[in-house]
């Protein structure tokens, strides 16, 4: 059933359906063959676990136990039925952005990703918008895979990580790719991957997910801040996961450095509070102190649902969520949807 036609039909399951989920990921039931004398070794494969379970297997190892909600549209749809969701928005595991791979075999893969995201939103019924994944590596690839996304695919945009090989989203070298995106409308959605800092935790290794992913998404924000990026491209739409990670907790601190150090003021053209206000975020925060201040700091227009679904760590009542903190009517619709309507370019 299409979401029209559900709305349509009365049925009170589908009457409360209002949220749109920027942050949701997709990985493919299969990989292809390595095609090629050398097997890269991070070329990904799937291992059987068990009938609803998968491993994703990279260099010889298991990197991760995905369920088949990750490649099974319908299951998918039912959970977001329950979930209060209207639409979805999905994007490649982020390990598998490959950035860290050759560039040939990369292009391959992430074609692939590309063209199986594509499928998924095709047998949705208009329930799944897709994000695809480009080659960051190497900047002219990554500009020729992002029309391939947009222009022949119909995608809303891509998925980018919050550093590329150690390099921060904000660095000089990817202003062409953002340049191009603005270009084309396409929807940039940045999500951690590969955190720096990661000598500095000691415990177990979901630790990178939960202290590693928002530190350093909080530093690829702050580059886009500090290199003026939205000065230079005012039409671009980009997004951070985690709700902006530490930014909200770094931006007094960079507002008074930028107040204090003629150096800073220099570099920085533009307010860093300002600008902040100019991304978006998504409401992955799981505290409703902390999504009411994220409100305060970067205004109401540029938060939006963000679930990490199906992985297990993700928030399974994003709706509820938002409702916990009790925004008036306006501000609640804004978080629910508007905002992801503005940020993904759709109509009203």
Known sequence: MGLASALASG???????????VHAHVIPAEFPAYIGANIPPDWPSMALV???HKNVMIAGKNYRTVSDRCWDVPKRIADMNTMGLALQVVSPMPELLSYWMDINPAKVLLRYLNDQTAEMVSHSGGRLLGLGAVPLQDVDAAIDE?????KTLGLAGVEI????NGRPVGAPEFLPFFRAAESLGAAVFVHAIRPCGMDRLIGPPPLQQVLGYPSDVGLAAASVITTNLLEALPNLRIAFSHGGGTLASLLPRL???WQTFPALKEQVTVSPVEQAKKLFYDTLVFDTPTLKHLVAQFGKTQLMIGTDYPFNFHD???VASIDAAQFDAATRDLLLFQ???RFLALPA
């Open 316 to 318: 399974k009542t994003p």
């Open 339 to 341: 905002n992801a309507q």
């Open 50 to 52: 068990n009938a609803c």
């Open 255 to 257: 507002q008074q450095g």
């Open 146 to 150: 992002l029309h391939y996304v947009v």
């Open 161 to 164: 990580g919050s550093n590329i």
């Open 11 to 21: 049925d009170k399951q589908y009457q409360c359906l209002c949220g749109i989920d």
